[in-house]
C-alpha cells in the first residue's frame, strides 16, 4: 500500500541523509580541489531534504 511505499522510500533518503552528512564532516570536503564535489552534495542533501519534507508530509496526511 501507499503508506509502506513511502515508509521505505523515506527509509532509503534517511539512510542517502546520512551518508552525505558524513561526507561533509570530513574535512578535506572543503579543500578547493574538491569544490566541484562539495557543491555536487550540497545539492543532493538539498534534494534529498525536501524529497523527505514532501513525503513525510504525504505519509502524515495518510495516516492522521
Keep these: 500500500n ?3 511505499r ?3 522510500m523515506l527509509e ?3 539512510k542517502r541523509k546520512t551518508e552525505i552528512e558524513q561526507q561533509l564532516s570530513d ?3 572543503y ?3 574538491n569544490k566541484q564535489q562539495l ?3 550540497l545539492y543532493e542533501q538539498a534534494k534529498v531534504a525536501d524529497e523527505i519534507q ?3 508530509a ?6 492522521g
Design 2 to 4: 501507499r503508506i509502506q
Design 6 to 8: 513511502l515508509e521505505t
Design 12 to 14: 532509503r533518503l534517511h
Design 27 to 29: 574535512s578535506s570536503i
Design 31 to 33: 579543500q578547493i580541489e
Design 39 to 41: 557543491d555536487n552534495l
Design 54 to 56: 514532501q513525503l513525510e
Design 58 to 63: 504525504e505519509w502524515l496526511e495518510l495516516c
